[in-house]
């Protein structure tokens, strides 16, 4: 191959940016604005992938940064994506035991009860304000993404009352070790609470929860990382479909923004790791920290018209 594998993303990312701006300079039509979202979500589909991030903390903010589509309609296409790459992805995890039903519906129940309400307040919300909100929520994911440190394996096998209670453990088989690793959840409630925050976020802005999702499934309930990811999928995928239904009912997802960037998303997902299996996930997780620094800035500037 005589283009290193190492510098496709870049030029993936040129490409994606240079196309948004022309488009946003010559206004183009219906069709050329699909394509060119198509080929847009088609790039985050693969840079999420191998960055270990939902493609909905990635989509609105540089759709809304490079497009010139209102923050509704982008937040509304949004969902549907995180949606459709959630189903896509989540399934085989149920043969694997790497996603539990006693871990997922509690905390399903509490993110998408909250991201409804998130939903609401987010259409009844100026642009501007969205846009501003956006930008420092983007600051904060980039700040977290910048700082947490994932654990592979936890030893966390003793849980607490609550989660004694709830049943909420299980097992699972890592093949790195050659034997099954046990789990149980610990502080339970203080998760639970964080998820209220987390899925009024997702509804409010139309992001994939996974940023968030994991981190606190891995670190604060203590449950191995496979697990959480696995688990992870299935709540971004009630929790979508519960917000989704609002922005639909308030007439803000188009046909020609949410069916080619879910079509791209789908696409780039499934062949991103095949195309960049030799490339370093930390420089990937790194372009898309400063990808969403980038995007922030962006925001914030048109939220507060400079821009």
Same mark, same amino acid.
């Given at each position: 191959?005589?283009?290193?594998?190492?510098?496709?993303?870049?030029?993936?990312?040129?490409?994606?940016?240079?196309?948004?701006?022309?488009?946003?300079?010559?206004?183009?039509?219906? !069709?050329?604005? *699909?394509?060119?979202?198509?080929?847009?979500?088609?790039?985050?589909?693969?840079?999420?992938?191998? *960055?270990?991030? @939902?493609?909905?903390?990635?989509?609105? $903010?540089?759709?809304?940064?490079?497009?010139?589509?209102?923050?509704?309609?982008?937040?509304?296409?949004?969902?549907?994506?995180?949606?459709?790459?959630?189903?896509?992805?989540?399934?085989?995890?149920?043969?694997?035991?790497?996603?539990?039903? =006693?871990?997922?519906?509690?905390?399903?129940?509490?993110?998408?009860? *909250?991201?409804?309400?998130? *939903?609401?307040?987010?259409?009844?919300?100026?642009?501007?304000?969205?846009?501003?909100?956006? @930008?420092?929520?983007?600051?904060?994911?980039?700040?977290?993404?910048?700082?947490?440190?994932?654990?592979?394996?936890?030893?966390?096998?003793? @849980?607490?009352?609550?989660?004694?209670?709830? &049943?909420?453990? &299980?097992?699972?088989?890592?093949?790195?070790?050659? =034997?099954?690793?046990? !789990? =149980?959840?610990?502080?339970?409630?203080?998760?639970?609470?964080?998820?209220?925050?987390?899925?009024?976020?997702?509804?409010?802005?139309?992001?994939?929860?996974? !940023?968030?999702?994991?981190?606190?499934?891995?670190?604060?309930?203590?449950? $191995?990382?496979?697990?959480?990811?696995?688990?992870?999928?299935?709540?971004?995928?009630?929790?979508?479909?519960?917000?989704? !239904?609002?922005?639909?009912?308030?007439?803000?997802?188009?046909?020609?923004?949410?069916?080619?960037?879910?079509?791209?998303?789908?696409?780039?997902?499934?062949? @991103?790791? =095949?195309?960049?299996?030799?490339?370093?996930?930390?420089?990937?997780?790194?372009?898309?920290?400063?990808?969403?620094?980038?995007?922030?800035?962006?925001?914030?500037?048109?939220?507060?018209?400079?821009?």
């Amino acid at each position: 191959m005589i283009v290193k594998r190492g510098i496709i993303i870049p030029i993936l990312i040129a490409i994606a940016v240079i196309s948004a701006i022309y488009l946003y300079i010559l206004e183009g039509t219906a !069709w050329s604005c *699909a394509l060119l979202l198509f080929l847009f979500s088609f790039v985050i589909g693969i840079i999420s992938i191998v *960055a270990g991030v @939902g493609g909905g903390v990635l989509f609105v $903010p540089l759709v809304s940064a490079l497009f010139p589509f209102h923050m509704d309609f982008i937040r509304g296409a949004s969902l549907f994506v995180a949606l459709s790459g959630s189903l896509m992805a989540s399934s085989s995890f149920l043969h694997t035991f790497l996603a539990s039903p =006693r871990l997922v519906f509690p905390l399903a129940l509490i993110s998408s009860v *909250a991201s409804i309400g998130g *939903a609401i307040l987010g259409l009844s919300l100026s642009e501007g304000s969205i846009r501003i909100l956006l @930008g420092i929520l983007m600051f904060v994911i980039s700040t977290v993404m910048l700082l947490t440190k994932r654990s592979e394996i936890s030893s966390a096998d003793v @849980g607490d009352r609550f989660s004694h209670t709830m &049943g909420i453990s &299980g097992k699972y088989y890592e093949n790195t070790l050659g =034997r099954e690793i046990p !789990w =149980r959840a610990n502080r339970t409630l203080l998760s639970m609470s964080l998820f209220v925050i987390i899925g009024f976020l997702s509804g409010m802005f139309g992001i994939g929860a996974g !940023w968030a999702n994991v981190p606190v499934i891995n670190l604060i309930m203590g449950i $191995p990382l496979k697990v959480a990811v696995g688990s992870s999928l299935f709540i971004i995928s009630i929790g979508s479909t519960a917000s989704s !239904w609002v922005y639909l009912n308030a007439g803000a997802v188009l046909p020609v923004i949410a069916v080619p960037s879910v079509l791209g998303m789908i696409i780039g997902s499934r062949i @991103g790791a =095949r195309i960049l299996w030799g490339i370093d996930p930390g420089v990937v997780r790194a372009i898309v920290i400063l990808l969403l620094a980038l995007s922030g800035g962006v925001s914030l500037l048109r939220g507060c018209n400079l821009l």
